[in-house]
């Protein structure tokens, strides 16, 4: 049986200072540290309008966004489901 997908929203600082507003995609009961910490040396990252995948080894800080953030940069976020978010510890 196949987990639902949860987009939860984070910026990602590259060592090169880019940074990237997107999200991660966690199962329910998974952390996004859990998906950092995998054996992958890509990541899958969501970004509004498409995916990329960033090398794990070229990422220096991860930053889970609050809600207050989540609702400033929309704009720059892809779709999230809001319920899910404010319900559980991600």
């Not at 950092?36 to 966004?65: G, M, W, Y």
């Not at 892809?78 to 510890?89: A, G, I, K, R, S």
Request: glycine fraction near 4%; hydrophobic fraction near 40%.
């Amino acid at each position: 049986m196949k987990l639902p997908k949860y987009c939860v929203p984070v910026k990602a600082t590259l060592e090169d200072g880019t940074e990237f507003y997107g999200g991660i995609h966690v199962v329910q009961g998974q952390r996004v540290l859990d998906v950092l910490c995998d054996e992958r040396p890509f990541l899958p990252f969501r970004l509004r309008d498409r995916a990329v995948i960033l090398n794990k080894s070229k990422i220096v800080q991860f930053d889970l966004l609050e809600m207050t953030e989540i609702t400033e940069k929309e704009d720059l976020l892809p779709e999230l489901n809001l319920y899910y978010l404010q319900v559980n510890n991600w």
